[in-house]
């Protein structure tokens, strides 16, 4: 890294006061040893705020927090109406172009370089790390487009997404038959049918999982909320809900990168303080996902 990009992130780098110090946690994608951090940043219904300037610099500063405490994957998509726009925003804002992990989605059954155009526009970024088709939709037309990118440098991963279990025999199919850097699906102490069948076959391709929906969408923190957090988060460093519940999603052996949504400031450091300190070993898990589901 240059002297100068590192003076400027370096103050930015220090776990904020009151959270977990340590190292941020990251794993590899497979397909090229790279390493990222294990809990990313969602942008769906949370960034998709309209023009209001309010809501608009209330989502900069969320990014703002993200970046500070060691965050890099941002994902989102055509389908997030205003997200798109209010990332790019914050980018500029932040001067945040060189240190984000770009994760966006072709959602068209129609022209996918005509939306793929429109969406760089909005991001304002070269060129973007991870492309994935959303909800795999015109799949067989829009993946050799992003295959085409690739060969050509003009994005640097491509993928496929699903969430709340949705074709999961079809998107097994795909990520057998096609090359793939990454998946990104619905995994969470409370949705872990991906434990069956897509996480093994991850591992075993060498594919990046991005696990979406961790909290599903809230309803799963706002459940837990009241219940009292069990002494053994204390053995993970966890002080609340949400930070087993991400542990919880990123101590799965295929699991590259959780990525949560929020508007808060407050829970986003929370967030990204799951992505440092000790993680649950496999018994830990199995006592967390039978608690969980006991309430
Ligand atoms: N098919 C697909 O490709 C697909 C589908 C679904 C989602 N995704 C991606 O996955 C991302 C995450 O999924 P999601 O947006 O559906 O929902 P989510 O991340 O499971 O939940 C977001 C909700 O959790 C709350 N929250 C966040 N941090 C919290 C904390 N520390 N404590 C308590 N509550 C907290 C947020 O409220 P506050 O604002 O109050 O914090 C927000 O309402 C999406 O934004 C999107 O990027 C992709």
Same mark, same amino acid.
């Given at each position: 890294? /240059?002297?100068? =990009?590192?003076?400027?992130? #370096?103050?930015? @780098? %220090? &776990?904020?006061?009151?959270?977990? *110090?340590?190292?941020?946690?990251?794993?590899?994608?497979?397909?090229?040893?790279?390493?990222?951090?294990?809990?990313?940043?969602?942008?769906?219904?949370?960034?998709?705020?309209?023009?209001?300037?309010?809501?608009?610099?209330?989502?900069?500063?969320?990014?703002?927090?993200?970046?500070?405490?060691?965050?890099?994957?941002?994902?989102?998509?055509?389908?997030?109406?205003?997200?798109?726009?209010?990332?790019?925003?914050?980018?500029?804002?932040?001067?945040?172009?060189?240190?984000?992990?770009?994760?966006? /989605?072709?959602? =068209?059954?129609?022209?996918? #370089?005509?939306? @793929? %155009? &429109?969406?760089?526009?909005?991001? *304002?970024?070269?060129?973007?790390?991870?492309?994935?088709?959303?909800?795999?939709?015109?799949?067989?037309?829009?993946?050799?487009?992003?295959?085409?990118?690739?060969?050509?440098?003009?994005?640097?991963?491509?993928?496929?997404?699903?969430?709340?279990?949705?074709?999961?025999?079809?998107?097994?199919?795909?990520?057998?038959?096609?090359?793939?850097?990454?998946?990104?699906?619905?995994?969470?102490?409370?949705?872990?049918?991906?434990?069956?069948?897509?996480?093994?076959?991850?591992?075993?391709?060498?594919?990046?999982?991005?696990?979406?929906?961790?909290?599903?969408?809230?309803?799963?923190?706002?459940?837990?909320?009241?219940?009292?957090?069990?002494?053994?988060?204390?053995?993970?460093?966890?002080?609340?809900?949400?930070?087993?519940?991400?542990?919880?999603?990123?101590?799965?052996?295929?699991?590259?990168?959780?990525?949560?949504?929020?508007?808060?400031?407050?829970?986003?450091?929370?967030?990204?303080?799951?992505?440092?300190?000790?993680?649950?070993?496999?018994?830990?898990?199995?006592?967390?996902?039978?608690?969980?589901?006991?309430?």
């Amino acid at each position: 890294m /240059k002297r100068r =990009t590192l003076l400027r992130w #370096a103050p930015l @780098l %220090a &776990a904020p006061p009151g959270f977990a *110090q340590g190292e941020l946690l990251t794993r590899t994608i497979p397909s090229t040893g790279e390493a990222i951090p294990r809990v990313g940043l969602g942008t769906w219904i949370t960034f998709n705020v309209g023009q209001d300037p309010p809501a608009r610099a209330q989502c900069v500063q969320v990014m703002r927090a993200f970046f500070e405490a060691g965050g890099r994957v941002i994902d989102s998509s055509p389908m997030y109406g205003s997200s798109q726009g209010v990332v790019g925003e914050g980018l500029r804002a932040l001067g945040g172009a060189q240190r984000v992990f770009s994760a966006e /989605k072709l959602w =068209t059954s129609s022209d996918g #370089a005509a939306q @793929l %155009a &429109a969406t760089r526009a909005q991001w *304002q970024v070269p060129r973007f790390d991870l492309l994935q088709v959303h909800n795999l939709l015109a799949w067989e037309k829009q993946l050799p487009l992003l295959q085409g990118m690739k060969e050509r440098g003009d994005v640097r991963y491509v993928g496929i997404t699903t969430s709340e279990g949705r074709r999961h025999r079809e998107f097994e199919e795909v990520m057998r038959a096609h090359r793939l850097d990454f998946v990104q699906l619905t995994y969470n102490p409370a949705d872990r049918e991906a434990e069956q069948r897509l996480l093994p076959l991850a591992a075993e391709r060498g594919i990046a999982v991005l696990a979406n929906r961790p909290f599903r969408e809230g309803a799963l923190t706002r459940r837990l909320q009241p219940e009292p957090l069990p002494a053994w988060a204390a053995e993970i460093a966890c002080r609340s809900w949400a930070q087993v519940v991400l542990k919880f999603i990123i101590s799965h052996p295929a699991v590259t990168c959780a990525i949560p949504a929020t508007r808060r400031v407050d829970h986003v450091r929370e967030n990204l303080a799951a992505c440092r300190g000790p993680l649950p070993d496999a018994a830990l898990r199995q006592r967390i996902a039978a608690h969980i589901a006991s309430l």
